[in-house]
């Protein structure tokens, strides 16, 4: 019998494999190397990993006892209303400052910082991730990332 994290684990199993099957549908332009359908694929053929590995998981520790535990709902409250103040930020500080602010700020709100190394913690994994998806999008993919009206960049 499979919990709540195996069911959901499947049911984005058949969601991903469903539209992964929809992209092959997609024409191909022969003047372009990389066809529309290339980059869902990429990215739904990771969850379609990522879904069987968590319904994996969840059989595996099949036998042992669950710690199913009270749903945290001032927690997931309270990162909708990071996610909110990020892309409220978004055009006044521009990508690079917000993303920064909300991944190190996210992660503080997941696992409080303990002492001035946990807040480092914080602040390199905000900062690594901010690095990491801005050459990623803006230098390799050329895609414009927004620009903040406070900083300029």
Not at 56 to 65: E, H, K, P, T, Y
Not at 96 to 119: I, K
Not at 120 to 133: N, P, Q, S
């Amino acid at each position: 019998m499979l919990s709540r994290d195996g069911w959901a684990g499947l049911a984005v199993l058949a969601a991903s494999l469903f539209l992964f099957a929809l992209t092959l549908g997609l024409k191909d332009n022969p003047l372009v190397p990389i066809g529309p359908g290339f980059y869902p694929r990429i990215v739904l053929g990771i969850s379609v990993l990522l879904a069987v590995a968590v319904v994996l998981a969840d059989w595996r520790r099949r036998g042992r006892a669950r710690d199913e535990g009270r749903f945290a709902y001032g927690l997931v409250a309270a990162m909708f209303a990071a996610f909110a103040l990020y892309v409220g930020a978004l055009p006044y500080a521009g990508f690079r400052l917000a993303t920064f602010a909300y991944v190190a700020g996210a992660n503080a709100l997941l696992d409080p910082p303990r002492g001035a190394r946990g807040w480092l913690r914080c602040a390199i994994v905000g900062l690594v991730t901010m690095g990491v998806v801005y050459f990623a999008f803006e230098r390799y993919l050329t895609v414009l990332l927004p620009r903040g009206r406070w900083t300029g960049f």
